[in-house]
Every structure is written in C-alpha cells, then in structure tokens.
C-alpha cells in the first residue's frame, strides 16, 4: 500500500462525492464505528484514500450484495481479523525457518 493512502486529505463533502453517498451517511457510519476519519485541528472530519476505499467496500457489501449495516460490520471486523492473522502467521513461518537455518 502507498504511504500516501493514509493521508487525511479530503474533506466529507469531496469524500461523500467521491464514492456516492450523502454526508449524512459518512457521518452515521462514523456513529455507529464502522469507520473513524481524522480530524483537523479544527475537528474537521478528513477523509483518506484508504477510508475511500473502506467506504467503497461498505458500499458494495450494501447496494451488491444486499449486506446490512450489522452484516457489514461484522465483515470488515473479520476481514481486519484475517489479515492480522496471516501478518502474524508470515511472521511465524519466518521465525521458523530463520531456526532452522541456524540449526542447519
């Protein structure tokens, strides 16, 4: 992933704009925790590429797949779930084979 992804650089209404939905849903979303932007010092709600694409996602788990919001959530808990597993497990392998090159 790009290091830039994680820059807060849009604000909601470019972010709303941006992937098709209202303000008021990017504002629910961050209600209910299904997302957190970051905030200007201002508390200004600063939306990144990768909260873009998080968005994206939401939205195609909604309006494709008929997921609701509970659903969705459970999904992107799980899906960051996986992938801190198979972060770990890749750690793990890596031990285990440095190991046994010492062992070696």
């Not at 849903?25 to 209910?32: A, G, H, M, N, S």
């Amino acid at each position: 992933m790009n290091p830039n992804d994680e820059d807060p650089c849009y604000v909601i209404s470019v972010a709303a704009r941006m992937v098709g939905v209202q303000t008021h849903t990017l504002r629910y979303y961050e209600k209910i925790g299904i997302m957190e932007p970051s905030r200007s010092k201002g508390n200004i709600r600063l939306y990144s590429d990768r909260d873009i694409a998080h968005i994206k996602r939401v939205k195609t788990l909604m309006d494709d797949l008929g997921v609701n919001l509970a659903g969705v959530e459970v999904i992107m808990h799980m899906t960051q779930h996986l992938i801190e597993l198979q972060r770990r497990m890749a750690e793990l392998e890596s031990e285990i084979e440095e190991f046994r090159r010492r062992e070696h």
